[in-house]
């Protein structure tokens, strides 16, 4: 993806920040948002005009209407605006009407079908476009989804984080799972990337927080649904905050400095560099000797998993670590990976000898 013509973040403000009502429910609400997030100096309104709702009978969005109260608050506010895109008709009608930037719905960019309906309808309209990650925490068919854009020659592409849904989930209303958009980071390192903590969160409370973690792993900038009466919002009534509510969060905001190079970091780099050297010599000598029990277990004719040993094995693990420096979990999910590897190896030396 050629992402050199990027000039979304040209806007003077870091971090970049969207914010407006999730949808547009009238011309005076929207009129009011805006007049109320330009005096606050924000420079991109965003209000969802069709809304993909979960269930049927929710607020489903006013429709092609409300793209007029969106050109009104670019012409009389001087505001950059964005809003949703899901289908070929969607970019016909908020091209015309002058929408400056779109962004591809979760949803929609989990449907690959959707999305090249979407590119296809772009073709030929430099126009920026945002893409939020799919529903669920597919990398893949997130960069998919930046790629057909891309391909139809959209050149101005940046992604969004909003979270992944998972069923159970409690805290969260879209869990933030980052290590994705880390690693949409590592792979796409020129893409501006966005986070949407009102999405992730589900409640305005955890939206500094989340707000927070995503300026230190070095977000560009947040997307934050505001509204002036947040309690009778037609949708997502529980995350939207107020103009002054999203001032005093992006007030609070501590911006830390992304690269740090210099000697104070050297030693600790060293010692890091040589724990993971040693931690990567150990695993490899543990694959070495779970490769000489897969013979042992091939030749005695024992099943490669041993269900009872695996057991003692990760609780003596997890109680090496109840010092409280790895949290239980994560020791369990380590082990996890380290144990299905060895496995693997295993298979492949029962296989190999033609067992
Ligand atoms: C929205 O931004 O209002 C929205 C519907 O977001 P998402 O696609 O992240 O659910
Ligand atoms: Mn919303």
Request: proline residues 5%.
């Amino acid at each position: 993806m050629n992402l050199d013509k990027i000039d979304i973040f040209s806007t003077g403000r870091q971090p970049v920040v969207i914010a407006g009502p999730c949808s547009a429910e009238s011309e005076e609400q929207v009129m009011q948002v805006a007049a109320e997030l330009s005096k606050r100096g924000v420079g991109i309104f965003r209000a969802g005009i069709w809304k993909p709702r979960t269930r049927p009978g929710c607020f489903e969005g006013v429709g092609k209407v409300g793209l007029s109260w969106l050109a009104r608050v670019k012409k009389e506010l001087g505001l950059c605006v964005t809003t949703e895109v899901a289908t070929a008709e969607h970019v016909e009608q908020a091209l015309e009407a002058g929408v400056d930037i779109l962004w591809v719905g979760a949803r929609t960019t989990t449907n690959p079908f959707a999305v090249q309906e979407v590119a296809d309808a772009l073709r030929g309209c430099d126009v920026p476009v945002f893409v939020k990650n799919p529903v669920n925490p597919d990398i893949e068919l997130w960069i998919g989804a930046m790629e057909r854009l891309n391909n139809a020659g959209v050149t101005r592409i940046g992604a969004i984080h909003r979270g992944f849904s998972s069923y159970g989930e409690k805290c969260f209303r879209n869990a933030p799972q980052w290590q994705l958009p880390i690693e949409l980071r590592r792979r796409l390192p020129g893409l501006p990337l966005l986070c949407d903590p009102s999405h992730i969160a589900g409640k305005r409370e955890l939206i500094l927080t989340l707000s927070q973690q995503a300026m230190d792993l070095n977000f560009d900038g947040l997307m934050i649904e505001t509204h002036c009466n947040p309690y009778c919002a037609l949708s997502d009534a529980r995350q939207q905050v107020t103009p002054d509510e999203l001032m005093a969060i992006l007030s609070k905001l501590v911006h830390r400095v992304a690269v740090a190079d210099n000697a104070d970091f050297q030693s600790y780099r060293e010692q890091m560099d040589e724990i993971d050297n040693e931690l990567m010599r150990l695993l490899s000598k543990r694959m070495e000797i779970a490769r000489e029990i897969g013979e042992l277990k091939r030749e005695k004719g024992l099943m490669v998993f041993q269900p009872l040993r695996y057991n003692v094995v990760m609780e003596r693990c997890v109680k090496q670590c109840a010092n409280g420096r790895i949290d239980a979990d994560v020791v369990r999910e380590i082990f996890e990976l380290i144990h299905s590897e060895s496995i693997r190896q295993q298979l492949s030396v029962m296989n190999s000898n033609g067992a």
